[in-house]
């Protein structure tokens, strides 16, 4: 198997863990009624770079002249870690594959 496959199954199941431990400790603090169980509330409950880092490591994000790019950085940057996980372990997977020899 080659790095890059290895880094990709790492990073993707790496992120599947850490998803599934953020859920279940969510069920764990809820009472029986799972009903009430807030969606919106365990998604902004993330880890995220942005609150894991300093936040003096992004400002240079504030520097990026293409507006678009900007909003694209800053929506990288809080997106949820496990998702970030999931898909760059997706891509590395699929770029092993892609340039696979037999």
């Known amino acids: 198997m080659k790095k890059i496959n290895v ?3 790492s990073s993707l199941i790496g992120g599947i863990c850490l998803y599934s431990f953020h859920e279940l400790s969510g069920f764990m603090g809820k009472s029986g009624n799972l009903n009430s169980y807030n969606k919106q509330t365990a998604v902004d409950a993330h880890q995220t770079l942005y609150s894991l880092l300093d936040e003096q490591n992004f400002d240079w994000i504030d520097s990026i002249p293409w507006g678009k790019l900007r909003e694209g950085a800053d929506y990288l940057v809080n997106m949820p870690l496990w998702l970030l996980l999931v898909i760059v372990g997706a891509f590395l997977l699929i ?5 696979i020899k037999r």
């Open 95 to 99: 770029v092993g594959g892609i340039f």
């Open 7 to 9: 880094a990709g199954m």
